[in-house]
């Protein structure tokens, strides 16, 4: 990580021996310095560090919307990097089991996920109606029901 350090809490009393900030990367991220969350976003006075900054700069975030990183890098705080969405538009932008399900078109056998060959699933799953037809008609499944 190398580029300019730009110091948040510089009127802090604790500024001198824990400088919080973010530091200009060349790739265009802000990568953060200071705490972090667990699950590996920037963390300051119990905030989300990439949401404190954001406001800071470009105004409040509607409550209904979320923020979601452009870059995909959960320490940035650039603010050009992030924008605001819903949450199911956050979910359906990543790379998580959900957004891959979503992102299908034809089911294993090659069926076209769309229209009227689609099953809703309890689960706010997705099922292939012509597959699931085709399991229904055979002979162990058949005996089964009787």
């Given at each position: 990580m190398t580029g300019a350090f730009i110091q948040l809490n510089e009127h802090s009393r604790q500024a001198q021996y824990r400088p919080v900030g973010?530091?200009?990367?060349?790739?265009?991220?802000?990568?953060?310095?200071?705490?972090?969350?667990?699950?590996g976003?920037?963390?300051?006075?119990?905030?989300?560090?990439?949401?404190?900054?954001y406001e800071r700069l470009r105004g409040p975030i509607p409550p209904t919307l979320t923020i979601d990183h452009l870059c995909r890098n959960?320490?940035?705080?650039n603010p050009d990097h992030m924008e605001p969405v819903t949450h199911r538009e956050n979910t359906l932008r990543g790379?998580?089991?959900?957004?891959?399900?979503a992102k299908l078109t034809h089911c294993?056998?090659?069926?076209?996920?769309s229209g009227d060959n689609v099953l809703p699933q309890r689960t706010h799953g997705r099922r292939c109606k012509t597959c699931r037809l085709a399991?229904?008609?055979?002979p162990q499944r058949r005996n089964r029901r009787r």
């Open positions: 973010y530091v200009i990367c060349e790739n265009g991220c802000w990568e953060w310095v200071g705490g972090r969350t667990s699950t976003y920037g963390s300051y006075l119990g905030r989300r560090a990439h949401r404190m900054v959960r320490i940035c705080v790379t998580n089991i959900a957004a891959t399900l294993k056998r090659g069926h076209l996920l399991y229904e008609a055979t």
